[in-house]
């Protein structure tokens, strides 16, 4: 019997309309856009605007492109996955919510938070119910309203953050294509570099919380950006020994999109050239659980069946991990 593997066989993503410039921050904190750019990479970013709009509206337009794309009526997918850090609420889940609006009435659906390495923890567990032969059809989203969350009056963080959701279809192969390994780790001591100080169980939300402007994402970026260029190139070049690859092997580097100079140290250290690294932090910044299926999307044309793909995310946590797959399909057809 052949050994059955998940394989991604469809991408689709999704960002609002709305793009917020660099230019733009110029005008509301102390910066401007030769500044961002140098230090971070990031030219522009998209963010969702509306009444009662959440991160559901993001992934829910991913999933439904998905579904139209690869042809597969809702009802026969087994489970919605939803990596997110910004749930439009703590509950129901935003995976319930998203299943319901586009109808997988046969799904079970969760949330999985790992701030931005979510997604990759999203897309290994889900491989194991595909590898187990327990479902044949799985939805993973990582999608985030980051504006939500974001303090645009505090210049460190503002400049960094966007809105934007990605969506994968995985179901199983014999092929010998799909995930092949997967390394995650994390490190809770590093959670007072990276995190949102107000509206959880510990802190809830107050008129003090509020008023003290606690329910933002705060960041001690010297401390995050050592520990990422650190995490995020040992374990990509850790999984390529591991699976014995080369950098000739590997075809694409698909990256976190954090910041541009946490990604050239990951591509360093894998021995990999900046022709194999998928890009797009100029115009979308960091959509958190977004980046990476963000980044296939847009590439999706340029993948063949059979490309060696490293995957790799780093966040708050601190997690950080990478997974290696092989192309399903031939995306170019």
Not at 72 to 95: H, K, R
Not at 230 to 243: F, L, P, Q, Y
Request: proline content about 2%.
């Amino acid at each position: 019997m052949k050994k059955i593997t998940a394989a991604i066989t469809g991408i689709h993503a999704y960002v609002p309309d709305y793009i917020l410039t660099n230019k733009e921050l110029e005008k509301t904190v102390d910066t401007n856009d030769e500044w961002i750019t140098s230090r971070t990479g990031i030219k522009e970013r998209r963010i969702l605007k509306g009444q009662g709009k959440g991160a559901s509206v993001l992934g829910i337009n991913a999933v439904n492109g998905l579904l139209n794309k690869t042809n597969i009526n809702a009802v026969d997918i087994d489970l919605i996955i939803c990596a997110t850090a910004t749930p439009d609420m703590l509950f129901p889940s935003t995976a319930c919510i998203i299943a319901d609006k586009v109808g997988a009435s046969n799904a079970f659906a969760y949330d999985l938070m790992a701030a931005c390495s979510g997604f990759l923890f999203a897309l290994s567990t889900a491989s194991k119910f595909i590898e187990t032969g327990t479902y044949k059809k799985i939805i993973v989203v990582g999608a985030d309203k980051m504006s939500s969350i974001v303090d645009y009056t505090d210049r460190a963080t503002c400049i960094i953050f966007g809105d934007g959701a990605g969506a994968v279809m995985l179901e199983p192969s014999t092929e010998g294509n799909g995930i092949q390994d997967s390394i995650l780790k994390s490190d809770g001591s590093g959670s007072e570099f990276l995190h949102m100080k107000a509206g959880g169980s510990a802190l809830p939300a107050s008129h003090e919380t509020i008023e003290a402007r606690k329910h933002f994402v705060f960041q001690e970026g010297q401390s995050v950006f050592k520990a990422a260029v650190t995490s995020m190139a040992d374990v990509s070049e850790e999984i390529m020994k591991r699976n014995n690859l080369t950098s000739n092997d590997v075809a694409w580097l698909v990256p976190h999109q954090a910041n541009q100079r946490i990604i050239d140290a990951t591509a360093r250290r894998m021995g990999v050239g900046n022709e194999k690294v998928m890009l797009n932090i100029e115009r979308y910044g960091n959509t958190t659980n977004g980046t990476i299926p963000l980044c296939l999307w847009e590439w999706e044309n340029k993948l063949k069946k059979g490309d060696n793909l490293i995957l790799a995310a780093f966040g708050g946590g601190f997690t950080w991990g990478s997974i290696y797959l092989k192309w399903a399909y031939d995306s170019n057809k």
